[in-house]
């Protein structure tokens, strides 16, 4: 059994064999055979011993499981209840460390060495694509359309694709176009400015939806990731 399921279904599953260790009780209780007894006595003790171990094994699994976003630095462990935007954006922010002082910056230029990691990791690309649009969305006018002017094609193209890879290919389809139109400046940044807090929406929906592929490796634990 993939023990991931499993961890997810430790509960369930242990409801499961208790039910049917209750169900057992029916034909034991009715049962005049003195070997039948016996035998739905002992199966009956093995199902409840059965869903007892299961349950104590996924509630064991779960206090040793970390998570990328409900992990905070000192090891504790955050409450899914606790995630926000802005914790998000901290987390990511700190993904991004080794290769930007800011988020905004990589979207004119994103370093091959990010675009190799995000390759073996494809589930933080959406949510680095829509750092990028947020942080740069945060800027001033100036600095949003500098940014804009600066982004080749290709790095414009590496970030349309991440957003449209995780569903979200009318907006792709919309900032790639926006790119080969005679723009007015105005549009540019009306397109960034308004969508701030589309971007930051998806982050956090795309995060709750998949939460769980951000669980962290035995090795990613032991580093401090």
Request: net charge positive; hydrophobic share 50%.
């Amino acid at each position: 059994m993939n023990k991931n399921f499993f961890t997810e279904h430790a509960k369930q599953i242990a409801s499961l064999f208790a039910v049917v260790a209750l169900l057992l009780f029916v034909p034991a209780s009715i049962t005049e055979s003195k070997a039948g007894k016996i035998f739905l006595a002992v199966l009956i003790a093995l199902f409840l011993i059965a869903g007892i171990a299961i349950f104590y094994i996924g509630i064991r699994e779960e206090s040793m499981r970390r998570n990328y976003f409900l992990t905070a630095e000192n090891g504790k462990k955050i409450p899914f209840s606790a995630l926000t935007p802005r914790l998000l954006c901290d987390r990511i922010d700190q993904y991004l460390a080794p290769f930007t002082d800011t988020p905004a910056a990589l979207f004119a230029l994103c370093p091959q060495r990010l675009k190799m990691k995000l390759g073996e990791e494809p589930h933080f690309r959406p949510l680095v694509a829509w750092r990028v649009l947020a942080a740069l969305s945060a800027l001033p006018a100036a600095q949003i359309l500098q940014s804009y002017r600066e982004a080749d094609e290709r790095t414009l193209a590496f970030w349309c694709r991440s957003l449209a890879g995780a569903g979200d290919k009318k907006m792709a389809d919309y900032l790639f176009a926006l790119s080969k139109e005679e723009t007015e400046e105005t549009k540019i940044v009306a397109f960034f400015r308004k969508n701030k807090a589309c971007f930051e929406s998806r982050m956090m929906q795309f995060t709750e939806e998949n939460i769980r592929l951000f669980d962290l490796s035995d090795d990613a634990k032991e580093s401090g990731n």
